[in-house]
């Protein structure tokens, strides 16, 4: 490799590096069958350092199995001893009311994202979990492959 390839390779790992500069945590947790049953309440744990104003996203991936048009879930927000900070019922859209089309990105799989806090300050640096309750007419809804949390600085 030339002296100009590694330099060529070294600008482009710093471009594609600091394309993600504003994430702070991110994880999905798979289902087994890609089917999300009411009593799996996937949890995510992550740090905070600093409490500035945080977006948080909930992510979805699903198949064009999922019977519903949305999802309603619940998040709960809870701090390092364990209680809850924040929590709603939230409803999100998957497909388009008129013409079916999956709003996610994706061809077979459609990942969505949506903010379920926007500008959000921690009180305090330190440890969280954020656990997601799904609320829908179905015990178990199948085409659902993961589900998962963003948290990116805010604004």
Not at 66 to 82: C, V
């Amino acid at each position: 490799m030339t002296k100009a390839h590694k330099i060529l390779f070294l600008f482009l790992l710093a471009v594609v590096w600091s394309c993600d500069s504003e994430r702070v945590f991110e994880d999905d947790q798979s289902f087994e069958n890609h089917s999300w049953h009411m009593d799996i309440m996937p949890q995510f744990t992550f740090e905070i350092d600093d409490t500035s104003a945080k977006n948080i996203y909930f992510k979805m991936r699903n198949d064009l199995e999922y019977p519903f048009q949305n999802i309603y879930l619940t998040y709960y927000l809870l701090d390092e001893a364990g209680e809850e900070i924040a929590s709603e019922l939230v409803n999100i859209e998957l497909f388009d009311e008129i013409t079916g089309k999956p709003q996610g990105k994706g061809n077979s799989i459609y990942q969505s994202s949506e903010a379920i806090l926007t500008n959000y300050s921690f009180p305090k640096a330190g440890e969280y979990t954020l656990k997601f309750a799904q609320y829908m007419r179905s015990e178990s809804l199948a085409g659902v492959h993961s589900v998962g949390v963003r948290i990116e600085e805010g604004l």
